[in-house]
């Protein structure tokens, strides 16, 4: 499976980004897709994931209420609509897909075995 994120940028604080992770073939169907960010120095960080088949979402705590995950199974495509964007949510953006999940997992990068190439979000203050 190949993804491809995109939709990154330069946005001013309080500014609004969607990003866009893409499959090159139809296999999304037992997977849960999912957005992880790292910014410089820091490990990579879960941010939030949906499940395909049933439509679960999970947020970490500091993006609640600001961004949503949502999917478009004919496009086989998982978006990140991200509001009231901050300075810390600075960082590069991968989207990854798992297959092997159970729910308490789904926040590890460990568990996920496909990702794509990253795309850079950048928050001014």
């Known amino acids: 499976v190949q993804l491809q994120a995109s939709g990154g940028g330069l946005v001013q604080a309080g500014g609004s980004l969607r990003l866009s992770c893409a499959a090159s073939?139809?296999?999304?169907?037992?997977?849960?897709v999912g957005w992880f960010r790292q910014a410089p120095g820091k490990e990579r960080e879960f941010v939030a994931t949906?499940?395909?088949?049933?439509?679960?979402?999970y947020y970490t705590d500091s993006v609640k209420g600001r961004f949503t995950i949502s999917k478009d199974s004919a496009k086989n495509t998982v978006y990140l609509q991200m509001n009231s964007l901050k300075p810390e949510d600075t960082g590069v953006y991968y989207c990854?897909?798992?297959?092997?999940?159970?729910?308490?997992?789904?926040?590890?990068?460990?568990?996920?075995?496909?990702w794509g190439q990253g795309t850079q979000v950048t928050v001014s203050s």
């Open positions: 990854a897909a798992s297959s092997r999940y159970i729910t308490s997992t789904l926040g590890l990068p460990d568990v996920y075995d496909y």
């Open positions: 073939e139809r296999t999304f169907g037992r997977y849960a």
């Open positions: 949906i499940t395909w088949l049933d439509n679960r979402k």
